[in-house]
């Protein structure tokens, strides 16, 4: 397949034309492709796509997300994900199949107020979002510091194979929690290594479209800079030229879509 | 009508000195309403526009929601201090229209069926107004449109062209519109080549009506290049082409 110059794009820029597979953010029409979203156009061997530079978080199956619980009725718990839509938690799913509304308690699994993190189940946008906590590492976060990104700045922070976040983990001494629809729960043992996190998220947050950011954020993080830490080294090295500064960090977000739902 | 001054002088210029096929200076700023999803601030003459754009995001009432595709709500709105004399802020005749006009100006440029169950809110505010200020509010909400990252066909800009003084003038602004003899607002997709939004108050005929599209035409392309650095600039910075690294 020929491949075409990834390049920046508005709304209703034509990319390519021939006969290429539309991905996400395109539409077809005609023999072209053209973007629908601001963001950065790319082909693949599977089509054409376009990465999003802005937008709400809309649910997709199977994306880990971080919900706040806001209500709850006989059979299932509503979440607040931070979308259009608001989810639903069974209430199967955290008692299981046995569970008998006039014999447990509701408020005693999860209360109104309480945060968790939740798998995606079912969602196909005639119905709202089912959520499933039956899996590792989800379930309720006891605590943490809570704050919101945008969606589209996930992949950004995450980094290349999880470069950025292990970055200000290990640097700030926190454990930091990420959902794909951009909520963020850090918790550290000190409250100083917690708002340095959380300064250097949101740094990475405003300027995810500059490059040489991870440079920025470890200076702001003071992590020393020739002889990272061994551990540091070893997950970081596939981005040996980041250090360098010569990577366009946009190229890095199409790579991390993917792996996006890491945490 | 009485006509006090001439509109066009001997030299060929109009009122604010401008040539018959000239736009007003146009600014546009991205990202200013720092609260909403995506937002501009459009200044078009002595227009002074804010657009904000909320969603998609949940519909309230309930009942307002449809089961197949998002429904779009607009509001256009004129300050209190943006004419001479005071403007009662209650939505006026005109803005109920306005509001109507702008949200079909805008709909069939957006993707709604991609968000069923939703709404998309955009609310257009003049804080200051000079003639043309619904072809600058509709400017201004697509790029906002588009910095809220909703699915769009095409951008959308538009812009008045209109006879004055017997010549078809582009971009009619206040004086003109109040003692021109027509003026006739346009909204155009440039890459669906569609026309969104046409109307016409005044009198023209079949050719003087083919001359002022074809001159309202160019002056959405004109604004269409304004609206396309505005969002490159706020989400790329200088760097208008991606530079391939090595």
Known sequence: MQEIKRKYVVPGDRIIDGNFRPLSNVTKSGNSIFATRIGIAEATRDGIKVIPLSGVYIPRVNDIVIGKIIDHSSLSWQVDISSCFSAHLPAQDVFGRDFSPARDDMNKQLAIGDLVTARIMAFDRTRDPMLTIQDKDLGRIPRGEFLKISATRVPRLIGKRGSMIQTIEQATQTRILIGQNGIVVVSGRNADGTQLAIRAIRMVEEEAHTSNLTQRIKTLLNVPEPQPTETLSEVSEPEGQKLNGTHEPEEQVSQELEKGDKE | ?246
Do not use: W
Not at chain 2, 73 to 100: G, L, Q, W
Not at chain 2, 171 to 192: C, F, Q, R, W
């Open chain 2, 1 to 246: 009508m009485v006509q006090t001054r001439s509109l066009i002088d001997e030299q060929g210029l109009r009122t604010d000195g401008r040539t018959i096929d000239e736009l007003r200076n146009v600014k546009i700023q991205v990202g200013m309403v720092k609260n909403a999803d995506g937002s501009a601030y459009i200044e078009f003459g002595k227009n002074r526009i804010i657009a904000a754009v909320y969603g998609p995001r949940e519909v309230h009432p309930k009942h307002m929601a449809q089961p197949d595709r998002c429904v779009l709500r607009c509001r256009y709105h004129m300050s209190p201090f943006s004419t001479d004399t005071r403007k009662n802020p209650a939505p006026s005749r005109r803005e109920v229209e306005i509001s109507k006009v702008m949200r079909e100006a805008l709909e069939p440029a957006l993707m709604l069926e991609d968000y069923p169950r939703a709404a998309i809110d955009v609310f257009v505010e003049v804080l200051q107004a000079d003639g043309g200020s619904r072809c600058a509010g509709i400017t201004a909400a697509s790029v906002a449109l588009a910095d809220a990252g909703i699915n769009m066909r095409d951008i959308v800009p538009a812009c008045a062209a209109g006879k004055v003084d017997g010549k078809i003038v582009l971009d009619i602004n206040d004086v003109e519109d109040k003692e021109g003899s027509a003026d006739m607002p346009l909204a155009y997709m440039p890459h669906l080549e569609r026309v969104t939004l046409l109307q016409l108050d005044g009198i023209l005929n079949q050719e003087e009506f083919n001359e002022c599209l074809d001159k309202a035409l160019q002056g959405c392309k004109m604004i269409y290049e304004i609206q396309r650095k505005a969002l490159i600039q706020k989400y790329f910075g200088d760097e208008q082409e991606l530079k391939e690294e090595s």
